[in-house]
């Protein structure tokens, strides 16, 4: 059940400017929006054509947050998506959708979670695909630890009439210690024959072998866990 309280309307935003690069908390205090408590920031964001541009996804709380982005003809999109973390015990929901509006539209999408704590991400991703020839791209890495969890749904969707679509889909988790949880569901929808689509997921642990080489080389435990951490993070 869902208790947010969806008390924004969309945040309508058209970038006006080539090869800029902008953070999510820049758009909001541009819109002097203050969010407060359980409210959803909604963002609609949209690339006009020939535009390229980079997002960067700092938006980090307990709130909800449902981001649009619409690509048009030969835009392109670099999507960041960073949680270090938040407040222990919080739970944040995040829906991304990004929509192929205009041929040759590309988007490339890295996300990076490291969970600790009790915290929680619940994180939707669609690539909808609704004209010819666009890419898409799609990296989410995460690391967990303590009681922390992961819930990852990635959407792949291609329109019938779409030929020449390219679209990938990736999850890497390394999880760390017995109680921390992950659920990853990568999807497809495709409906037309002329696309190249697919979608993995992995998850693994550090390896007591690794750990080992690193501290015959010199370091300590907790630093030859740091240096592998940050290494898989990258």
Known sequence: MNNTKPCLSPIKIIIQKNNQEISLRQLLAENKCIVQGDQVIAFQITVPADI????????????????????????????TLRHPGFVSGSTCQKNLTFIFA???????????????????????????????????????????????SLKCACLIKVGKECAGVVAEQKSKTLMLGQNVRAVVIPQLEIESYDSQCRHGATMSSISEQDIFYLQSRGLDQIKAKQLLLDAFLK
């Open 102 to 148: 205009g041929q040759h539209a590309q988007a490339f999408i890295n996300g990076l979670y490291h969970g600790k704590a009790d915290k929680k991400l619940k994180l939707n991703i669609t690539q909808d695909h609704q004209a010819s020839h666009t890419s898409s791209a799609c990296l989410i890495k995460s690391v967990l630890e303590d009681l922390s």
């Open 52 to 79: 390229t541009c980079a997002l960067a996804d700092d938006l980090v709380g307990a709130c909800a947050q449902d981001i649009k982005i619409i690509l048009q003809q030969n835009s392109v999109v670099k999507y």
